[in-house]
């Protein structure tokens, strides 16, 4: 049984900038799914609701951190601010700590004024809450690979290829990759790849286009994994009018 939420009409947006992204807006009544990378939800006005696929009652919380490829559903009135975090910032690690039980109620300063300063109040807050700078994490045998797939998001590295890159055996890659990143490289690629997605939308390009150039064999491919990957179709998303911002 699915929870019922009162939408408000408020404008949104999606801001991507570094190996991160965000939306600010509202909650947009999102079926339950499975997010590729791990995702935190934060209430601006007041808590919201949140069902893990295994929990009968739904959770109430201001913030919570949800696990990639944790089927759940947020519910929410008001503005909500959903963070999707690379898992190589270290982001991730560092935010279960702060928040070991998933789930967390916090005093949050005014995020409610509908202006363009509300992503600069957001991003003050998360750097002021959560330390964003690196903890010296030796990442080093990934570089050659990073930069490989940052020149060529919508590419069709395999693992294997991207094991040979790292001097690696596929198997060693495999365990290494997870380990380092908190998801299989073919999700993290994935990832990568809509991030691609949101860039060109943002440009005013079709789904189409976007598609092709994330290296996807089609828009209906492409519009599958989105859905799977963010919990609603990027067509749904056009149509709610929300502003799509790159921040390089």
Not at 91 to 119: W, Y
Request: aromatic residues 10%; hydrophobic residues 45%; positive net charge.
């Amino acid at each position: 049984m699915e929870l019922e939420p009162t939408r408000k009409p408020n404008s949104a947006q999606i801001v991507i900038w570094q190996e991160r992204a965000a939306y600010i807006g509202p909650s947009l009544n999102l079926a339950p799914h499975r997010n590729a990378v791990a995702t935190l939800a934060i209430g601006l006005d007041e808590p919201f609701q949140l069902r893990f696929e295994s929990d009968a009652s739904p959770l109430s919380a201001s913030v919570a951190l949800i696990p990639a490829g944790a089927r759940h559903q947020v519910i929410g009135n008001g503005l909500m601010s959903f963070i999707y975090l690379d898992s190589l910032s270290d982001d991730f690690a560092r935010m279960k700590a702060a928040l070991p039980d998933a789930v967390a109620l916090l005093t949050f300063p005014s995020f409610v004024a509908r202006d363009d300063a509300r992503v600069d109040r957001l991003a003050a807050w998360m750097s002021a809450t959560f330390d964003f700078q690196s903890n010296g994490a030796d990442k080093a045998w990934l570089r050659p690979l990073l930069t490989w797939l940052h020149d060529d998001p919508g590419g069709k590295l395999s693992a294997r290829q991207a094991a040979a890159i790292c001097k690696l055996s596929l198997s060693h890659f495999q365990r290494q990759f997870r380990a380092s990143v908190g998801m299989p490289f073919r999700r993290y690629r994935l990832w990568l790849r809509m991030r691609l997605v949101s860039k060109a939308l943002s440009k005013g390009r079709s789904l189409t286009y976007a598609a092709y150039e994330a290296g996807f064999a089609s828009s209906a491919h492409m519009s599958t994994a989105f859905r799977a990957m963010f919990g609603l179709s990027p067509s749904r998303l056009l149509a709610a009018n929300v502003e799509i911002t790159c921040v390089e």
